[in-house]
């Protein structure tokens, strides 16, 4: 291997040494800020997710003093007990219940935590693929955004979080039936790259990966921003924006220990996730002027069949998300892994009482996958109440594909040997002995599907044009000379993959551009990547 490459291979995903211990955890709680605290500092980030928490480390290492305001609270990893009615409640807003309004109901969870949503995601990580780059620079005047000139970004982060690929000996045997059947049919389909360190295969990622193996930003890049200098106020929610419109000189947040945070600053980074930046930019009268604010929401929805064996599959047993086929990723339609432990398998099997208990009786030999479409409608969200709430409703073009996606899944499973598939498709009833003929005859409304959403992007959208978009191609909002953002909100439109890359690599870029740097250089390149 050349000195300028990086091995993204099994070694380098189960090592579990060389993690980044800070000299110090620069952390100040706001539960004890009971009255008034004011700080100055160059930029204030707020937020410290996926686009927060690179923003703080790379303007920090770059010399200027960084504060980063976070609503969650820090967690340590070895506090994480596996157990999802534990850890919902500690790392999810609303205890990962909030939902959109519309056809069907959406539930969409988010992280809020030191670390945002990535403390609970499954780890997945792909590049922005280069046809929606593409589609960026014809339809929203994005320029710069060639895969030549986000290259030095992706190298970077995907260095910083060892991404890198799940071996052979982990992907558990839900995963494994999947790629047997795909290959069996002929579809595409690999191991997932992930942002992992020593993972070993535990299944509980959306509960806080209590080995500390998951590389989520509150474990790589907030404690790099800690030996930078950067402080990080946990438990505290900001909520003004003090200034005139073109220039913000303070942020003004509430802190948990019911005191006032104020931050004087140069630079503003909102970075608190495209359901909750509109609300703030909104309430300070900023980033409205094009009126797509809060608007162009794509979700992502996801939705997941389950297939019951002979054998035991224990679903648990490995990395959850660990395989994909994107055999139909020109339709817009990706299967991924998604399976949990045994209470969440509970929660989601369908049924009750004896129905419930003989599903529940048949969970080892039951696997479960999952599939998202790259949608086509798009929602809204407005701050009601300091909270988000989002209409969206799922289109028909988006329905019918989620029935060619459960149609090609229940291939792939009857090739695998499945004696029965569900699709959660309302009407639909289970399918037996390798008949898909109910499935492939139903007409799927919307109504019908039952879904979820991990992937709410779109609603501070980024666009040359100040009158078609909220923040210009370097994400400064437009109109404002100090105020930028940092989140998946100015992503301007639906990627087909998982955003956390596209979000943090875009991050990376904005920290460089704001210290007017130029693009990182001598990032190695990785070995392979998806
Ligand atoms: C279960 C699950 C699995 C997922 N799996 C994957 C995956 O495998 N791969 C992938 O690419 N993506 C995945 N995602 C999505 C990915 O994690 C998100 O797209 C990404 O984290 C979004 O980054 P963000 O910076 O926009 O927001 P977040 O990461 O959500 O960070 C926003 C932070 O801002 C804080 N905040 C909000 N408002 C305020 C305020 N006013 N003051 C202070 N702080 C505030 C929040 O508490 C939060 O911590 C998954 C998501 C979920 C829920
Ligand atoms: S599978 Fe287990 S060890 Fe691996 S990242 Fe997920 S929670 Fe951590």
New binding site residues.
């Given amino acids: 291997m050349s000195a300028g490459t990086r091995d993204t291979g099994a070694h380098t995903y189960a090592d579990g040494g060389g993690t980044f211990h800070p000299p110090e955890r620069r952390i100040v709680a706001g539960a004890g800020i009971a009255g008034e605290r004011i700080v100055t500092v160059d930029a204030c980030v707020?937020?410290?997710?996926?686009?927060?928490a690179p923003v703080a480390k790379e303007l920090a290492e770059g010399g200027l003093r960084v504060a980063i305001?976070?609503?969650?609270d820090w967690h340590e990893s070895a506090s994480f007990t596996a157990r999802p009615r534990d850890m919902m409640p500690r790392l999810?807003?609303d205890a990962g219940q909030l939902a959109t309004v519309g056809t069907p109901p959406i539930v969409?969870?988010?992280?809020?935590?030191?670390?945002?949503?990535?403390l609970?995601?499954?780890?997945?990580?792909?590049r922005t693929p280069a046809h929606v780059l593409a589609r960026w620079r014809a339809a929203f005047g994005l320029d710069d955004m060639t895969p030549a000139a986000l290259e030095p970004y992706f190298r970077r982060v995907e260095r910083e979080l060892n991404v890198s690929q799940v071996p052979e000996a982990l992907p558990g045997r839900n995963a494994l039936l999947v790629r047997q059947g795909a290959r069996a049919l002929g579809l595409h389909g690999d191991f997932l790259f992930?942002n992992a360190k020593g993972c070993v295969g535990s299944g509980v990622?959306?509960f806080g990966c209590p080995t500390g193996a998951k590389q989520h930003?509150g474990i790589t890049y907030v404690p790099r921003a800690w030996a930078a200098g950067a402080t990080t106020y946990t438990g505290?929610?900001?909520?003004h924006l003090v200034g005139n419109r073109r220039r913000v000189r303070e942020v003004t947040?509430r802190t948990a220990g019911g005191g006032t945070l104020r931050v004087r600053c140069e630079h503003v980074v909102i970075?608190?996730?495209?359901l909750?930046?509109p609300g703030?930019l909104r309430r300070n009268g900023l980033g409205g002027a094009s009126g797509q604010l809060g608007r162009n929401l794509s979700i992502h929805p996801a939705s997941a069949a389950r297939a019951v064996f002979d054998e035991p599959i224990d679903p648990w047993d490995g990395v959850p998300?660990s395989y994909y086929v994107d055999g139909l990723a020109g339709e817009g339609i990706i299967l991924e892994g998604i399976t949990g432990p045994p209470d969440q398998a509970a929660m989601v099997t369908p049924g009750s009482g004896a129905v419930h208990r003989e599903r529940m009786l048949a969970a080892r030999r039951t696997g479960s996958f999952g599939v998202m479409v790259s949608d086509t409608a798009r929602g809204t969200v407005r701050d009601v109440g300091g909270r988000p709430f989002i209409r969206y409703d799922l289109h028909g073009d988006d329905a019918a594909r989620f029935k060619r996606g459960f149609e090609v899944l229940a291939e792939i499973y009857w090739a695998a040997g499945a004696r029965e598939v569900v699709v959660p498709l309302a009407g639909v009833p289970p399918l037996r002995d390798g008949d898909s003929g109910p499935l492939r005859r139903a007409r799927v409304r919307p109504s019908q599907v039952q879904a979820m959403a991990?992937?709410?992007?779109g609603t501070a959208r980024a666009g040359a044009d100040p009158r078609a978009a909220v923040v210009d191609g370097a994400l400064r909002v437009h109109g404002t000379e100090n105020v930028h953002v940092?989140?998946?909100?100015v992503v301007p439109s639906a990627l087909g993959?998982?955003?956390?890359?596209t979000?943090m690599a875009l991050?990376t870029r904005l920290a460089h551009h704001l210290l007017g740097a130029p693009p990182p250089a001598g990032e190695p390149a990785p070995s392979r990547i998806a």
Wanted: hydrophobic share 40%; glycine share 18%; charged share 15%.
């Fill in positions: 707020i937020g410290s997710g996926a686009g927060g305001l976070e609503e969650g999810y807003r969409i969870p988010l992280g809020r935590a030191v670390g945002g949503t990535t609970v995601n499954s780890g997945t990580c792909f992930r990622c959306a930003v505290v929610r900001a909520r947040a970075a608190c996730g495209a909750l930046t703030l998300q991990f992937h709410p992007l940092a989140d998946g909100s993959v998982n955003p956390q890359i979000i991050a």
